[in-house]
Structures are given as structure tokens and as C-alpha cells.
């Protein structure tokens, strides 16, 4: 103990040092209840707000690509859908054309037949009348070069 004290004695300790003491002690509990704890809040809070948002972003990021693949997924599904629908309704169309095609087919073939069956009824007629009259057309013939 004798040679802290003449330590003290050497620095120049006198017994000021206890009131020295106290009022450091009693300046640093109010500036740390001051300002240490507000400072310690504030960078606290902005630590909080930067830094630990990181995960919060990344964890959104991760939620927004899911979202996205989901998003990606469903269009897809729906293009499908879609280009289903198309092919069918146009194999539909497709269908009523030929269904209509056919039936036109049909009534020109048909109408085409009576026609062809009128045409040869007329030139039956006119050649049955034409033989009828062959007979005396000729008749006039031979008495045309005889005389």
C-alpha cells in the first residue's frame, strides 16, 4: 500500500481526487443518461432500418421471383387453354365448311343431273322428231333430184 501511495504522491494526488472522482461519476451517469442512451437509440434504430431490412429484402425478393414464377406459370397455363380452345373452334369451322361444301356439292350435282336429264329429253324430242320427219324429207329429196 505504501507504494501506491507514493505513487500518488509522485503524480501530484492530493486528496481532491475523491471530489475529481464524484464529479466525473456524476457528469458521466448524466451524460449517459442524456446522451449515450438517445445516441444508442438512434444508432439502434438506424442499424435496424439499413441493415437487418437486408433479410427483409431478401426474403421479399424471394417472395416477389415465387410471385413471378407463378405469374409465369399461369400464363402459360392460360396460352394453353387458349390455343386449345382456338384449335377446336377452328376444327369446328373447319367441319361446318365441309358439312356446307358437301351439301352444296349435292344440290349443284343434283341440279347439274335434272339438267343434263332436260337437255337430253329435249334432244331426244328433237331427234325423234327429226326422224319422224326424215322419212318425208327424204321423199322430198328424191323427187327434188329426179326432177
Given amino acids: 500500500m505504501d507504494k501506491i501511495i507514493q505513487i500518488f504522491v509522485k ?16 457528469i458521466f451517469f ?6 449515450f442512451n438517445k445516441l444508442l437509440f438512434v444508432l439502434q434504430t438506424r442499424e ?8 427483409g429484402a431478401g426474403d421479399k ?11 409465369d ?15 377446336e373452334k377452328k376444327s369446328n369451322a373447319l367441319k361446318n365448311i365441309e358439312d ?3 351439301s352444296e356439292e349435292e344440290r349443284i350435282l343434283n341440279n347439274f343431273e335434272s339438267k343434263k336429264a332436260e337437255v337430253v329429253a329435249s334432244i331426244e324430242a328433237s331427234k325423234s322428231e327429226i326422224l319422224s320427219k326424215a ?13
Fill in 135 to 147: 322419212d318425208e324429207l327424204s321423199e322430198k329429196l328424191v323427187d327434188k333430184i329426179t326432177n
Fill in 100 to 102: 356446307v361444301q358437301k
Fill in 48 to 55: 435496424s432500418k439499413t441493415t437487418k431490412l437486408e433479410a
Fill in 61 to 71: 425478393m424471394k417472395e416477389a421471383d415465387k410471385l413471378s414464377r407463378e405469374f
Fill in 11 to 26: 503524480l501530484g494526488v492530493d486528496q481532491s481526487i475523491f471530489y475529481q472522482f464524484a464529479i466525473f461519476a456524476v
Fill in 73 to 87: 406459370e399461369e400464363v402459360q397455363k392460360t396460352n394453353e387453354v387458349v390455343h386449345q380452345r382456338m384449335a
Fill in 30 to 35: 448524466l451524460l449517459k443518461i442524456l446522451f
